[in-house]
């Protein structure tokens, strides 16, 4: 999760339960451009790529999040939709490089790619190629960023394996989105159209295929020996299933508490990814719904938070967070 400040003054941690008390917010995001409620702030902001600590032996993970997804950085990008309470369960979606060449010339030279993380920016190193993440409000944005002219010719072909529930069809290359979609054969999340785009500006569309659990992206070669480096490959992931605001949003509570520094609202809203899995944010804002801070955020798979409620410690003048862990998902 995101840490409170350092002058927390108490937590307990019990198998089903959590409290916090918090202070002063952690991470600052951008003032929204009028003064909307606390509520509608909040889907149009991210929240930054940041870990926890496990509970109970389960590990909490690396996550961020957009305005209807989180994903997941521990093995390549696992991207999970806010699908609401009414959706039975998770509908994940996970991609792994297996393969980047050119011509006959394997890009990925190392065994593990190395990993850098950024506010909202995941980074895999594979050597020849980096493979990319930025956590977009409207959706997650992969690239793979070739940064030197290769010394072959050929085509550039990469390779993904998919997992998770969602499937897709399979087709030949196009230069078009790829569906997944769920079980029922509701249509879920869309991995984007690639665009080749080289140092100078200049664009070639790229086709797609998908095979099974395979995606396979391929720029034309032609076009990358007259390149300009680097060349960015770069497709969109977003999630265009849609749900109302009262199915996906839980409980919600608001506190107004003096000494804030302008920042007296407190606000903490819940969101269902599914019905097992519900995440937490606490946020503050000026008196106007202007100025939002996020303090808290708990939003792993790994379980479900739940009923959480504001109070005030009176003494210490901190703002109390209380909510129910569910470590088994199992609502």
């Known amino acids: 999760m995101i840490r409170p400040t350092p002058d927390v003054a108490a937590r307990c941690s019990l198998s089903l339960a959590i409290c916090a008390l918090l202070s002063l917010p952690i991470v600052a995001q951008a003032a929204p451009d009028a003064a909307p409620a606390p509520s509608a702030a909040l889907a149009l902001e991210r929240t930054p790529i940041h870990s926890g600590e496990a509970d109970g032996g389960t590990p909490y993970g690396t996550w961020a999040t957009g305005a209807r997804y989180k994903v997941a950085f521990d093995d390549g990008a696992t991207v999970v939709p806010y699908l609401g309470r009414t959706y039975p369960t998770n509908q994940t979606w996970c991609w792994h490089t297996v393969s980047a060449r050119v011509g006959s010339l394997e890009l990925r030279s190392r065994p593990q790619p190395a990993r850098t993380l950024q506010e909202y920016r995941a980074e895999y190193d594979h050597g020849a190629i980096v493979e990319a993440y930025d956590v977009l409000a409207a959706g997650l944005e992969q690239t793979f960023v070739l940064a030197a002219r290769p010394p072959v010719t050929g085509d550039l072909v990469i390779t993904g394996r998919t997992a998770g529930e969602l499937r897709a069809a399979s087709r030949g290359?196009?230069?078009?989105?790829?569906?997944?979609?769920?079980?029922?054969?509701?249509?879920?999340?869309?991995?984007?159209?690639?665009?080749?785009?080289?140092?100078?500006?200049?664009?070639?569309?790229?086709?797609?295929?998908?095979?099974?659990?395979?995606?396979?992206?391929?720029?034309?070669?032609?076009?990358?020996?007259?390149?300009?480096?680097?060349?960015?490959?770069?497709?969109?992931?977003?999630?265009?299933?849609?749900?109302?605001?009262?199915?996906?949003?839980?409980?919600?509570?608001?506190?107004?508490?003096?000494?804030?520094?302008g920042r007296n609202v407190?606000?903490?809203?819940?969101?269902?990814?599914?019905?097992?899995?519900?995440?937490?944010?606490?946020?503050?804002?000026?008196?106007?719904?202007?100025?939002?801070?996020?303090?808290?955020?708990?939003?792993?798979?790994?379980?479900?938070?739940?009923?959480?409620?504001?109070?005030?410690?009176?003494?210490?003048?901190?703002?109390?967070?209380?909510?129910?862990?569910?470590?088994?998902?199992?609502?």
């Not at 664009?203 to 480096?229: F, N, P």
Request: net charge negative.
């Open 266 to 331: 407190w606000f903490v809203e819940q969101r269902w990814a599914s019905a097992a899995d519900g995440d937490l944010w606490l946020r503050r804002f000026d008196n106007d719904g202007n100025n939002s801070l996020l303090c808290f955020a708990d939003v792993t798979t790994s379980w479900s938070s739940m009923t959480p409620s504001l109070g005030k410690h009176q003494r210490g003048g901190y703002a109390l967070l209380a909510f129910a862990r569910h470590l088994s998902n199992d609502l």
């Open 173 to 261: 290359p196009e230069h078009a989105p790829i569906v997944f979609r769920d079980a029922a054969g509701a249509a879920i999340l869309s991995y984007g159209s690639a665009t080749a785009i080289d140092a100078t500006g200049k664009t070639h569309a790229m086709t797609t295929a998908v095979d099974g659990e395979h995606v396979v992206l391929r720029l034309d070669g032609a076009w990358l020996a007259d390149a300009s480096y680097p060349v960015v490959v770069d497709p969109l992931i977003g999630v265009f299933y849609q749900t109302s605001g009262f199915d996906l949003i839980g409980d919600i509570d608001v506190m107004h508490m003096e000494g804030g520094n």
